[in-house]
Structure formats: structure tokens, C-alpha cells
């Protein structure tokens, strides 16, 4: 499974509606796609498991939705602290994969 | 609260070989599988491979750009993983995470360890 996410990086403000698109190379069990907010320096953090499960913590203004090959996770309302590089990942198959990731730059 | 601590990253010459170690507390170590994620500089994340549990015979998965030359192994009774890095390459040049797999995703992610392979 080969996962595509679009766009690779993009220059939103704060307040702006932001969504990102994984798409998968095959359909694919959305009970398996998460995703993954990473600060430059800092470890990954899962925002988002089973396509649309948020995780505790972690602000509603994430999203998650999809199924099939196409998947997307949206910020409502973008605030400083979300600029950062998120990726998709999907973990029911070897290799587990994970997205090129898309940065959220100032 | 979990914590997942790498240790044993470094400078290594190509050929070389270096072990990582990742010291989990927080958690029932032998429940979860065990993922090694790596990410080269300026690069995105790249699964290196897995350790299941006992249950799982302890069954190892690895990407097909480390297959051969690394090995995942872990120690229950020390709450430890451990990754075997051989024939290490330029390439291999990453900040090294360790990470809990907990159901269908990775949970806890420790704050990695960097190894570079630089003659």
C-alpha cells in the first residue's frame, strides 16, 4: 500500500480551514489509517486513529474522514500552534506505510 | 505515564554496526507490539520494522531497506527493545523512534536517538 498525500506543504493563516488529503494506492480499511502531527524536533504525535477517531487531548477542531483510497484530515479553525507537518500512516499490511507528509508553514 | 527512552545512537563508519535501546516504563511492556520508525534529516518517517509480543511469538516485520541487515529483539523482564543495526550504510543516517503499536496505531513514541554513518 503506497499512501499519496496533497498537497506536500501549504502557507494557510491562522483562522483558515485547512484540509489534507492521503490518498491510498489501493482501497484500504479505514480501521487502520491514522494520523500523525510532528514539530520539528519532537517525535510524531497521533492525532487521529481509525480514519476519524480523535484521540484524547487532542483539540476538536481536528477532523478525520474517508474510506476506500481517499482520506482527509481537516483543521477548522488553523491556530498557531498547528503549523507543523502532519502524515498519514495506515498499519494493517507489511511494510506498514506512511504518507510523504504535508507542512503547514507560516 | 508511558515513556519510551532511545539510547546507544552515535557516529559510525559505513560498514559499521551500532545497537539501540529503547527503556519503556508507564506500561505493561510484553502486552504491545513494538514498532523502530526512523526519519533521515529533513525527510519524512519510514517504518523500520516490528516485534509482536509473546503471543505473537514473538514475530519480527521489517522494511525490505533494512531486511538482512537489522534485527529487533526485546527483553520483557527488562522492559527493553533493542534494534541491531549492521552494514549500516549512509543511508541509514536517521533519528531512530521508538514506538508502542497499540491496537492500529503508534501511541507513544519515544524522543529518538540519532545515529550517523559518516566515514
Known amino acids: 500500500i503506497q499512501l499519496t498525500q496533497s498537497p506536500s506543504s501549504l502557507s494557510p493563516s491562522v483562522g483558515d480551514r485547512v484540509t489534507i488529503t492521503c490518498r491510498a494506492s489501493q482501497g484500504v480499511s479505514s480501521s487502520y489509517l491514522a494520523w500523525y502531527q510532528q514539530k520539528p524536533g519532537q517525535p510524531p504525535k497521533l492525532l487521529i486513529s481509525?480514519?476519524?477517531a480523535l484521540q484524547s487531548g487532542v483539540p476538536s477542531r481536528f477532523s478525520g474522514s474517508g474510506s476506500g483510497t481517499d482520506f482527509t484530515l481537516t483543521v477548522s479553525s488553523l491556530q498557531p500552534e498547528d503549523f507543523a507537518t502532519y502524515y498519514c500512516q495506515y498499519i494493517d499490511t507489511y511494510p506498514i506505510t506512511f504518507g510523504q507528509g504535508t507542512r503547514l508553514e507560516i | 505515564e508511558v515513556h519510551l527512552v532511545e539510547s546507544g545512537g552515535g557516529l559510525v563508519q559505513p560498514g559499521g554496526s551500532l545497537r539501540l535501546s529503547c527503556a519503556a516504563s508507564g506500561f505493561t511492556f510484553s502486552d504491545p507490539y513494538m514498532d523502530w520508525v526512523r526519519q533521515a534529516p529533513g525527510k519524512g518517517l519510514e517504518w523500520v520494522g516490528r516485534i509482536k509480543n509473546k503471543a505473537g511469538g514473538y514475530t519480527t516485520q521489517y522494511a525490505a531497506s533494512v531486511t538482512g541487515r537489522f534485527i529487533i529483539s526485546r527483553d520483557d523482564s527488562k522492559n527493553s527493545l533493542y534494534l541491531q543495526m549492521n552494514s549500516l550504510t549512509i543511508e541509514d543516517t536517521a533519528v531512530y523512534y521508538c514506538?508502542?503499536?497499540?491496537?492500529?496505531?503508534?501511541?507513544?513514541w519515544g524522543q529518538g536517538a540519532l545515529v550517523s554513518v559518516s566515514s
Open positions: 514506538t508502542r503499536s497499540w491496537l492500529h496505531f503508534n501511541d507513544y
Open positions: 481509525a480514519a476519524s
